[in-house]
């Protein structure tokens, strides 16, 4: 999993956003 599909600027959230969102957070990797 990585985050890039969180920049696209077609991303929809989903179920599983919250929940990947916390993932990279918890592996010390940000949005911004």
Known sequence: MNKE???KSDYK???NT???I???HK???SLS
């Open 5 to 7: 599909k969180f920049l």
């Open 13 to 15: 959230p989903d179920d």
């Open 18 to 20: 919250k929940e990947e």
């Open 22 to 24: 916390e993932k990279l």
């Open 27 to 29: 592996n010390g990797e």
